[in-house]
């Protein structure tokens, strides 16, 4: 087994890839507070700060793939207060530690929000400038551009995903064109994190992370196609019951034929 570096392991998405995974991957449990994550099983679990470099070189020490999901996921964080140490310094300490301790590679939870400048009718695709609106975007932009050094400049393989709506099989209340097609469910993400993980020969990717949806927010052609990504899961299928003004919205998508891929 892969010995794995999960970080934000009590998490939403960690605690849900680590239930897709568990019998795949060899563990290593990180998240600041332990209650979170609960009973660690066969797995290892370490409670630690990651704005703490030397913290951050013992937990990749022994470690194949680093899948780095911690953060503060809070688009009003403030950045004094939260988003510099646990959205700046930690990224920058797991790709300097994943480094210097020899793993094969890091993937990094980027988001969605880092493209959300652009208007509904432009789907963004990967090679296009990020245009954040606010300061937790920027943060996860500059974790994009890490990634991209340690690959380039220091040989570390690097993937940054940028995770879209994450919101699990639950309803969504008043569901908008954003909403649906920026969503990406817990099956899709898992099983493209696992591909991240296991595609061999990827110096640095930036990978959009939507679902099946029948309208996208972001490309998923370079996804598809770099890792082999195959989502299942459509939004609009899923929640089709509760979308008011279709008609409104399919105006508003095809608009100078933008037809999501």
């Known amino acids: 087994m892969r010995k794995v570096l999960l970080t934000g392991a009590g998490g939403r998405i960690g605690s849900s890839f680590r239930a897709y995974a568990d019998d795949r991957y060899d563990f290593r449990l990180v998240d600041v507070r332990p209650e979170k994550v609960g ?3 066969r797995h290892e679990f370490v409670a630690a700060d990651l704005a703490d470099l030397e913290a951050c070189q013992r937990l990749c020490a022994g470690i194949d793939t680093v899948l780095h999901l911690a953060a503060d996921p809070s688009p009003q964080a403030d950045f004094y207060a939260s988003l510099l140490d646990n959205n700046v310094k930690a990224v920058y300490n797991i790709f300097r530690a994943a480094k210097d301790q ?6 990094f939870a980027s988001s969605i929000q ?4 652009y208007p509904l009718d432009v789907q963004a695709r990967p090679e296009m400038p990020p245009k954040p609106m606010n300061m937790y975007a920027v943060c996860k932009i500059f974790g994009e551009a890490t990634a991209h050094y340690f690959a380039y ?5 690097s993937i940054a995903v940028r995770v879209g709506g994450y919101g699990g099989n639950r309803t969504i209340q008043d569901p908008d064109a954003r909403t649906l097609s920026a969503y990406v469910s817990p099956r899709d993400l898992n099983h493209l994190f696992v ?3 296991e595609t061999p020969d ?5 990978l959009q992370a939507v679902s099946d949806n029948r309208f996208k927010r972001m490309d998923i052609t370079a996804t598809r196609e770099l ?3 195959r989502p299942q899961d459509d939004a609009f299928r899923l929640f089709g019951i509760q979308i008011p003004y279709r008609d409104r919205w399919f105006q508003e998508w095809n608009r100078g034929g933008k037809e999501a891929s």
């Open 39 to 41: 009973d660690p099983g």
């Open 102 to 107: 020899g793993c094969r590679r890091v993937i």
């Open 114 to 117: 880092a493209i959300e400048g």
């Open 153 to 157: 400049a220091e040989g570390l393989s």
């Open 195 to 197: 591909q991240c993980i």
């Open 202 to 206: 990827v110096q640095f990717a930036i």
């Open 227 to 229: 890792v082999g990504y």
